[in-house]
């Protein structure tokens, strides 16, 4: 069964410092993988996509596959990331799974 | 243009009544979600639809859910009897062209269920 991981449930940095939200999967054949985000009052969204290789709000993933994660980063915090981020994986017709979500706090 | 609309926003039931959740999908997306979010987890895939084939509904929690889709427009989630378990964010997301794997859903704004 495929499983998705993210061991933090709080993260919590200051504005200026790296960020990096951790994702672990499981899966058995070549992951499809995202990073959706959900801000305050607002409903859940798409950040990026490995398969799209692109740095959104400055924010990149890269898939390891030999550690089986798709952790999330970002050189500068900035005070707007504060939210909930999920990771997800798959799609299609077996829907997507996800993490339980780690709430990202970025201190002034 | 519009996004995803779901209704009703909130809704508080007695344990053993029926509700019926509604999702509206953004017009031309063929394939369409439901999920569940319980307090503290993650989104739990329930349902998929994709234009007018039969829907798998293996992910449904119990024979208490069902769900049905109008061609590729409306769907309704509907659970009879419900118990307090059920209470969750029910979230409901559409996609396109096919839905198929490393697309991306759309999501509307949930429902938040609450069973008394």
């Known amino acids: 069964a495929q499983r998705v991981t993210q061991p933090e449930k709080l993260l919590s940095v200051f504005k200026g410092a790296p960020v990096e939200l951790k994702c672990n999967y499981s899966y058995s054949g070549s992951p499809e993988l995202f990073w959706y985000v959900q801000y305050s009052r607002q409903r859940l969204q798409l950040l990026l996509r490995h398969i799209s290789r692109e740095s959104i709000k400055g924010f990149t993933a890269d898939l390891n596959k030999g550690e089986t994660s798709f952790h999330l980063k970002k050189p500068f915090a900035q005070e707007e990331d504060s939210a909930m981020y999920y990771c997800?994986?798959?799609?299609?017709?077996?829907?997507?799974?996800f993490g339980k979500g780690t709430h990202l706090i970025i201190q002034p | 243009g519009a996004g995803v609309s779901q209704s009703p926003s909130n809704k508080v039931t007695e344990k053993g009544k029926d509700v019926e959740l509604r999702c509206d999908p953004i017009?031309?997306?063929?394939?369409l979600y439901w999920y569940r979010q319980r307090l503290g987890q993650g989104l739990e895939f329930l349902i998929y639809f994709q234009g007018n084939s039969a829907p798998d509904k293996s992910g449904l929690p119990s024979d208490r859910f069902s769900a049905e889709r109008t061609g590729e427009s409306v769907s309704t989630l509907t659970i009879q009897r419900t118990q307090q378990e059920d209470s969750a964010v029910y979230l409901c997301a559409s996609s396109w062209p096919a839905g198929g794997v490393g697309y991306e859903q759309y999501f509307g704004p949930g429902t938040r269920l609450t069973v008394t």
């Open positions: 017009s031309g997306h063929t394939a």
């Open positions: 997800a994986l798959g799609g299609g017709a077996d829907g997507l799974t």
